[in-house]
């Protein structure tokens, strides 16, 4: 770290650090974007391809930055880690600028929507909102855990889910409040379990998402069911509840995949995770 530290020209307190990740603002208040760095980075011009997750085979000449554009257009699949080798570059990307800025247009673009929509009034017009990586963020936890180079651990997550310390995407808190003003009605859709109900309200309350029609988590008739069969059927009892789905927001293609989707849907950053069926929640 001594070394890293001297090279950037700059000491930082040990804070800032944990387990060879460096926190962002977000989660170290002490530290600015800026000055925040990781330990143990790889050089620019490392010639270890990346591998997509534990399933994939080297591909020779990818980068990093095309690796996670992949990801996003789902066009990389089934892939279970962030390779190694990007470890870093996914970890600079979240906690950096551009993972707000490209949030920000995508929350940007729902507004615009919203606004060109003219509502029946009747109070069923309703947006839908999954919660982890869209409404709340893990992000101090997946700073403490590679930022998806660690294969996923669902007794780790639980436990972290349980403190219900997950900070609000502050573009998805903006877009929600400006929904409200419109009229909109608001629905959450979560992988999360009806165990986990009353630390979820209080984290989304505690962050300021104050107000909801629905908040919809996962009961044990849907153990053994896919989350985009999940997910589809939780909007599909929306549906036949006389909601109008406007707008369908998510993190993951598991979230705007299916039936019922909304009129519009929109996918926001996320190259810590995918949704392995069967695996993470």
Known sequence: ???????????????????????????????????????????????????????????????????????????????????????????????????????????????????????????????????????????PYYAKHGFGVEPYNSTLFNKWVLKGKAPALPETLKLYKKLLAFGFKIAFVTGRTEDQRNVTVKNLRDVGFHAWEKLLLKGSVHKSTTTIAYKSDQRQKLASQGYRIIGNIGDQWTDILGTHVGNRTFKLPDPCITLVEGVNP
Request: aromatic share 8%; glycine share 10%.
């Open 1 to 139: 770290m001594q070394k890293l530290q001297e090279a950037r020209g700059k000491a930082w307190p040990a804070h800032c650090y944990h387990d060879g990740a460096a926190f962002s603002p977000l989660l170290c208040r002490r530290c600015s974007i800026g000055q925040c760095a990781t330990r143990g980075s790889l050089p620019p011009n490392t010639p270890s391809p990346p591998r997509p997750g534990t399933v994939g085979t080297p591909v020779s000449g990818l980068s990093c930055l095309s690796w996670r554009v992949g990801v996003e257009a789902h066009n990389i699949i089934d892939w279970e880690t962030v390779p190694e080798v990007c470890g870093n570059y996914v970890g600079n990307y979240m906690l950096g600028d551009q993972y707000r800025k490209d949030s920000r247009v995508v929350a940007d673009e729902a507004v615009s929507y919203a606004q060109s929509l003219k509502l029946v009034g009747d109070g069923r017009d309703i947006w839908v909102f999954d919660i982890d990586e869209t409404t709340l963020s893990n992000l």
